[in-house]
DNA sequence: CGGTCAGTTTCCGTATTATGGATATTATTA
DNA sequence: TAATAATATCCATAATACGGAAACTGACCG
């Protein structure tokens, strides 16, 4: 009937677009909300939302406004650890070696989240956040990403994230952008020159072959990461990077 | 034909309990040990894993195995944000006041999860982490929230979750745990006396009419959490829990 | 190196399950 | 208190998910 015969389970499907929408709404939202949102009819939200909530991944308020339900912080935390435990020995290696901080983020939908950190010893750091989000076309590991997407798909992805400059060096409209992803296929990995913060220089590069796009990066002040920098940890990263992507698509340990 | 006429949408319903198998198995399944745990048949399994890894909530390893996916790391997050963000100035608190750790945990069907968590200045304290699920019937706000529940309701999770004794302070029955539930019905407030860990005290309290039952705690060493301790934190923490109360059952910006 | 087997994936007819229009109920506003 | 808008419930319909059976894949062993 819709437009998609995915073969998936459509009230699966819709579940978890619902638990989407109510994130992307700050975390609380009410039923007409939704409805507007998704053009389904709203006893069928409704009766997904009794679900979900008698199931404890939503919660109703008070005020009958739904918000997503603690049994889902479990699940994050894991599928987390799951994906970072695997990436931070990398990380940590970088950060040995290189002395600056290393960052792994993954896209999600239309941002990028940091899911692995390894701080740099140096007391003037970066201070990202595991759990993080940020946007795709200001950051090093976004842009990575973005330059291992279709055309289609990063238009898609900035358009509906948008793009603010955070700083005069951010690129800030879409045309720039794709020159710029341009230079990151050919050069093999990306720059944040100062696109996110004045005054910090990151190299980033996508892991090939990842079940989901991601990306890892090392990033800290522009006196310390600089060309000679750049010689160095470029084949670092690319190293770590196919190392990674081995372990994602290798054989586990039982 | 089942045994529960639940009124949820089953598919929904398995899908989430597949999850949640994958999350206890340690974060990494293969499809028959699925099968096994949950009585339903393999084709259904493999055909809602597949709409799952679809969507990115798992992912499938090289091996063929399922883990959990990235996606859920977003959903995760921001549902802790939900409850932990609003529930930290009040921790930071009373960890400003007492100079000990401050949790907040819910009761996540028949466990307890810790949703945020204030550390002590001390270098002697709690590793109490987010995230993590402990039992109702040994820890100070496992025994807040239960004190709040049904009698019958106590027996039931306590029953699902078993009464397993860390220490040998801790409860190992039922009838035991129903005395100490009066006793901290009558107090106000819940003792974890070393039952837990030997040399850990804490006190908690069940945050009132709350949309999910939730507790906060203080809890440190023995030597520092003493009667004179309670006398001065057992005012603050139900302050602390009436503010969060407040902000709950309050309507929220638009 | 070929054969066997357990585990995984696909197929497809069936009927169980989710669906959503219509309606009742409950909050909210005037 | 009445009017209005939102949320929740019902129930006949058919579309949807279901799961038995069969095909496929890779692993292990002879």
Not at 141 to 151: F, R, T
Not at 211 to 218: K, Q, Y
Not at 235 to 251: F, H
């Amino acid at each position: 009937m819709a437009e998609k015969a995915s073969g998936g389970v459509q009230s699966v499907e819709r579940a978890f677009e619902l638990l989407e929408l109510i994130t992307n709404a700050g975390g609380e939202v009410t039923l007409s909300e939704l409805s507007s949102f998704t053009s389904l009819p709203l006893p069928t939200i409704h009766r997904l939302l009794r679900t979900l909530v008698s199931l404890g991944y939503v919660r109703q308020l008070a005020n009958r406004r739904y918000s997503l339900g603690p049994r889902l912080i479990r699940l994050g935390e894991v599928a987390n650890k799951q994906l970072g435990s695997l990436a931070r020995p990398h990380l940590k290696n970088l950060v040995e070696t290189l002395g600056e901080s290393a960052n792994m983020a993954v896209l999600d939908s239309e941002m990028v989240v940091y899911i692995a950190q390894v701080p740099s010893p140096h007391s003037m750091r970066m201070f990202t956040e595991v759990g993080r989000r940020a946007h795709t076309h200001d950051t090093g590991v976004g842009k990575a990403i973005l330059a291992q997407l279709e055309d289609d798909t990063v238009r898609d992805i900035v358009t509906r994230a948008g793009m603010p400059t955070p700083t005069e060096m951010s690129i800030g409209n879409i045309s720039d952008l794709m020159l710029e992803l341009k230079r990151i296929r050919e050069r093999g990995y990306s720059i944040d020159e100062q696109e996110q913060e004045i005054g910090v220089r990151c190299f980033a590069m996508a892991v090939p072959d990842a079940p989901t796009p991601m990306a890892i990066s090392v990033s800290g002040p522009v006196s310390r990461v600089d060309e000679a920098f750049a010689e160095r940890a470029v084949p670092l990263l690319q190293s770590a990077a196919e190392q990674i992507s081995a372990q994602l698509n290798a054989a586990a340990a039982s």
